[in-house]
């Protein structure tokens, strides 16, 4: 079965430093990877997607990478604010469904001032 | 894009009792989705509830214990049955985008409701 693994330990950064985070992903090999971001007591927020054709794709101050012989996607926050600070969570597309996703744990980010 | 909503947004219940979320779409969708987060874990998708015909459920998820409506392509309930402290999650009701008249494959969450079974 799909599994995926991101960073269970929370990722402190100081504020203006760049946060990376790491998305990793087994047994599978998905037509996208999305990003979104969760905050305390709210649904997921959708950030990014990357399909698999392709290598990087950019949204303001968001980077994400998808490496597919790796299996694994980067996501970069550069510039951070303290705003920033939430759940980050990798998700893959399910195989032969039609909007079904698979995600990740997540990986909490906190900016410092 | 679609904005979601849901009730209860969050309710204590205690244990063998059941309780009903409701989930409501501003914009009529033939697919609605079903996520469990329970405590520090990710989301798990538990079903799609499909208008017009019976809600297809994960592994792991059975109808009698997740049983779910949908009577139009803006409304979906999940009822939590015969509930005990493992239920005690957020759950979530999510549209793909495309199926909510959008261009792009990504998904749109309601707020969750939070329940906690004593």
């Known amino acids: 079965s799909q599994k995926i693994e991101q960073n269970s330990e929370a990722l402190n950064i100081q504020e203006g430093k760049t946060a990376t985070l790491t998305c990793n992903y087994t047994?599978?090999?998905?037509?996208?990877l999305q990003w979104y971001r969760q905050d305390p007591g709210r649904g997921p927020v959708f950030l990014l997607l990357?399909?698999?054709?392709?290598k990087e794709k950019r949204k303001e101050r968001l980077k994400v990478t998808f490496d597919t012989t790796l299996k694994q996607s980067l996501f970069h926050i550069t510039a951070s604010q303290p705003a920033d600070s939430a759940t980050y969570l990798c998700?893959?597309?399910?195989?032969?469904?039609?909007?079904?996703?698979?995600f990740g744990a997540g990986t909490q980010v906190v900016v410092t001032p | 894009s679609a904005v979601i909503s849901q009730k209860p947004s969050r309710d204590i219940c205690q244990r063998g009792t059941s309780l009903t979320i409701q989930c409501q779409v501003d914009?009529?969708?033939?697919?609605m989705f079903w996520y469990r987060q329970q405590p520090g874990q990710s989301l798990t998708l538990i079903a799609t509830?499909?208008?017009?015909?019976?809600?297809?459920?994960e592994s792991g998820f059975v109808i009698d214990k997740f049983p779910i409506s949908r009577p139009n392509l803006t409304f979906s309930t999940l009822t939590v049955s015969n509930m005990s402290p493992e239920d005690s999650s957020i759950y979530l009701c999510?549209?793909?985008?495309?199926?909510?008249?959008?261009?792009?494959?990504?998904?749109?969450f309601g707020p969750g409701t939070r329940l906690t079974v004593l």
């Open positions: 047994n599978y090999s998905p037509a996208y």
């Open positions: 914009s009529q969708v033939t697919m």
């Open positions: 999510s549209v793909d985008s495309r199926l909510a008249g959008g261009s792009t494959d990504t998904q749109y």
């Open positions: 990357i399909r698999e054709n392709e």
């Open positions: 509830a499909n208008q017009g015909s019976e809600a297809t459920y």
């Open positions: 998700a893959l597309d399910i195989a032969d469904s039609w909007g079904k996703l698979q």
